[in-house]
């Protein structure tokens, strides 16, 4: 997670022609100080193998798992009250660019893995594998087209699905792209984007386009 620290620091540089301050000239940051970039993580995030990466496996931050997530739709009263929950906090911790705490988002009541959604139901897009903080998730898949963002999860030995979430490019993602979020929408699963606090409108490709503008 980025972390931003508010207030100015005093570095120490040496060089032949000037000798190194006094370590008493450094400041000491207050921990108090200390702001997080992103209001919410998801708190389940799978277990990753160590060992030499894919070359073609696309590559996600820890902090970004989930962050925009596919959810069963029998969870709908329970994200929207998580998504009150976070509005609030976000209201109380926000400082600045930056956040004092960070809300914590358990799983979800209907969990994706208790639907058996069969991996036949995935769109038909280009698979490669799939890293999480620099190491390999085992049945981790990255579903993409020409454009850059993806469709990812993890699948089960057995070929279910046990989490489905997207990815967001700097691009428009592709027609193509934005019509196999739909169908998957159409799943009986909601889309929910907790960095924008909200579940986006998905009822057709339309609305699905106009959602993906903050993200160019």
């Avoid at 708190?43 to 959810?71: H, Y």
């Avoid at 705490?101 to 139901?121: D, G, L, N, Y």
């Avoid at 993409?144 to 979430?165: E, F, K, P």
């Avoid at 592709?174 to 196999?180: E, T």
Wanted: hydrophobic share 40%; net charge neutral; proline share 9%.
């Amino acid at each position: 997670m980025l972390i931003f620290a508010m207030g100015l620091f005093s570095f120490l540089f040496g060089s032949c022609s000037k000798p190194q301050e006094p370590a008493d000239n450094v400041q000491v940051v207050d921990p108090k100080e200390i702001l997080f970039s992103l209001p919410t993580l998801c708190d389940p995030i799978p277990s990753i193998q160590l060992g030499t990466l894919p070359p073609n496996a696309k590559s996600l931050p820890k902090d970004d798992w989930r962050q925009i997530e596919f959810v069963p739709i029998a969870n709908r009263e329970h994200i929207a009250a998580k998504l009150q929950e976070l509005a609030a906090f976000k209201k109380q911790h926000r400082r600045g660019v930056g956040f004092k705490q960070v809300f914590i988002r358990p799983e979800h009541p209907t969990t994706f893995q208790s639907i058996a959604f069969p991996s036949t139901h995935l769109p038909a897009l280009t698979e490669l594998p799939l890293t999480l903080g620099g190491g390999i998730v085992p049945g981790g898949f990255a579903l993409s087209d020409s454009s850059d963002w993806l469709i990812y999860g993890q699948r089960s030995r057995d070929g279910y699905v046990l989490y489905l979430a997207v990815a967001p490019g700097h691009k428009a993602p592709s027609d193509n792209f934005v019509r196999a979020l739909a169908d998957l929408a159409s799943k009986d699963l909601m889309l929910v984007d907790w960095y924008a606090t909200a579940v986006v409108d998905t009822s057709s490709p339309e609305s699905i386009a106009a959602w993906s503008h903050r993200y160019r």
